[in-house]
Each structure stands twice: as C-alpha cells, then as structure tokens.
C-alpha cells in the first residue's frame, strides 16, 4: 500500500512570484567572487507568505487533514574555486551563513529559536589566531551538591597521597649507577655485569655481519628498480586534466510548511480513486467552504489510495 499525498488547493493558493533561483556553473574565480560579495548576508528568518492553507500529510503512517502555515525559504552556496566560499540558509526559525576567503580568513554567524522561545544569536571567526566565538547563550553553572561521607572520605584518601607523591618527588633521586654504567647493588655483581655485557658485545657484532650479508641482494634490487622508473609519474591514458579553477553559485527559495492544526483524518476514496478526480473534488470541497465563510461543511478532503 501507498499512499499518494494531494496537496489539494496548496497549489492554487501559494503565491510563489517571489520565489528566485539562481544557478551559474563554471565561473572564473574573480566572476565567482565578485558575485559572491554582492550577496546579503543579513540573519533574516523565512517570511511567512500564506497562513491556514489547507493539505493532507502522513502523520505517522495515517494521512491528515491538516492547516499549515507556508513559509518562503532560502538556501544558497558559492565556492571561487581558489579556497573561498559562501553559503547559508534562511527557514522559518534557524538562519545562518558562513564565508571564508581564499586567504583562509573565516566568519560566520547563526540566529534560532530554543526550546524556551528565546532568540540565540552566534558569531564566530577565525583570522589566523586561533577560533573565536561570541554569543548570548544562557551561561549553566554547576549547582552545588552535599558530599556524602563516603565521596568526602575518596577525596581525602586522593589529596593525602597526592601530597606523599609530590613531597617525595621534591627529593632528588640517587642514581643507582657507578661511573661505568653498572648498578652498584642489584642482582648481579660487578664481575657478573662485565661478563654479561661482554658477551651482548659479540652477539651485537655477530648479528650485524650476518643483518649486511642479507642486506647486499636487496639493496641492489632497490637500486635496480629505482633505475628502471626514475621516481617519475606517468598518468594513466584514462586520466583527464581538471584544467584551470572555476566556481559556482547557485541559490534557490523553496516552500516550507509548519503545520497549526491537524483537523484529523483525511477521506479514503478506495482503489479506484483517480489522482485527477479526487484534486477536483478536494477543490471544489474548498471553494464551498470558502463560500461558507469557513464552515465546518465539506471541510475535509480526501485522498487517493493506491
């Protein structure tokens, strides 16, 4: 099963002439910069354009009639194709945009709405120093919390060592060697340690004569290869050259719904239900209703079921 969404009188009734879309491909990078600096970049949220516009919508996997409110939003990106960019959004409670410079300085900004109802505004940069941020968001200190007897008597058992630890680190260290490099107590005696490092003398030796006779035949194969290819790179026929930088930009509104009010499930026309038919019926439900002065009557619509 399917369902096929009719957004009814939607169409008839949005006034998109507003709407503009902008769509340019392989710009040199001055062209692409120029047009790039011409754009507002103003924090401005999606203006409602239309409100209590009637449609069907899935909610969850039921189709309602619902009443929405029709907002006009706005997206747009450049890039000169040298490093720099632009890009930033505008819908009907989060707007943003974002530019950086070939040269790598960067700066951008954002507005929304939080869940409290309060206005967030954020500004961030980055010159070279380091990112940066100002902003008006509510600061949450740590609210202060009782210790129980167990978390007091933890933290007094870590600060008591804490301290043994740093007042012997404070002490220097004496060093367990003589000048010869030998421990002066330990398990082995001084006789002991000569022997041994005398014998991890000849075994250093005997394993470097043996690591230079396995290592003739392939440091010549090393030298043969780099003979052959000269460390040069030689493309496949395949590959294509990406030619010169070029840019772009494009920017486009679009209609975005918020739905006011589910007025409840919408009318099934079966099977049988042409798309064509049920858009004319749905439109002339409104028309009636609209008649009315907005009457409960014929104030539902239906939808095809496929």
């Known amino acids: 099963m399917k369902w096929l969404l009719n957004l009814t009188a939607t169409i008839c009734y949005l006034n998109l002439s507003a709407a503009e879309e902008v769509r340019l491909l392989d710009l040199e990078p001055n062209e692409a910069e120029n047009i790039i600096e011409q754009q507002d970049q103003t924090l401005n949220y999606a203006p409602k354009i239309e409100s209590n516009v009637p449609a069907v919508r899935l909610i969850g ?8 409110d029709i907002y ?20 009907p409670d989060i707007s943003k945009n974002e530019r950086k410079k070939a040269s790598g300085d960067l700066k951008g900004s954002y507005n929304y709405i939080n869940g409290a109802g309060q206005e967030i505004k954020v500004e961030y940069w980055d010159n070279g120093n380091g990112f940066h941020q100002s902003d008006n968001i509510p600061q949450i200190l740590p609210q202060q919390i009782e210790e129980s007897p167990e978390v007091k008597a933890a933290k007094d058992a870590f600060l008591k060592r804490w301290q043994e630890e740093a ?9 367990p ?27 250093q030796g005997a394993a470097s004569a043996q690591q230079k006779i396995f290592a003739q035949p392939q440091q010549q194969n090393n030298e ?7 460390g040069k790179y030689v493309p496949e026929e395949s590959e294509e050259s990406t030619g010169p930088p070029k840019g772009f930009f494009y920017k486009f509104d679009y209609p975005v719904g918020i739905i006011t009010q589910d007025k409840g499930r919408a009318l099934n026309v079966g099977k049988d239900g042409d798309l064509r038919n049920v858009y004319e019926q749905n439109k002339q ?22």
């Not at 706005?74 to 930033?88: E, N, P, S, V």
Request: proline share 3%; glycine share 12%; aromatic share 12%.
């Open 167 to 175: 007042e012997r680190n404070s002490h220097p260290i004496e060093s």
């Open 72 to 91: 006009l939003a706005k997206q747009y990106h450049g890039q000169d194709g040298l490093g720099g960019y632009l890009y930033g959004y505008q819908i």
């Open 224 to 230: 043969d290869n780099f003979k052959e290819d000269e």
């Open 61 to 68: 996997q039921v189709p309602h009639e619902v009443l929405e």
């Open 177 to 203: 060697f003589n000048g010869k490099g030998q421990y002066v107590s330990g398990p082995l005696t001084i006789q002991e340690q000569q022997t041994t490092q005398l014998f991890g003398q000849q075994f």
């Open 285 to 306: 439900r409104f028309e009636r209703q609209l008649e009315n002065g907005g009457g409960k009557s014929d104030s539902r619509y239906f939808i095809a079921k496929k």
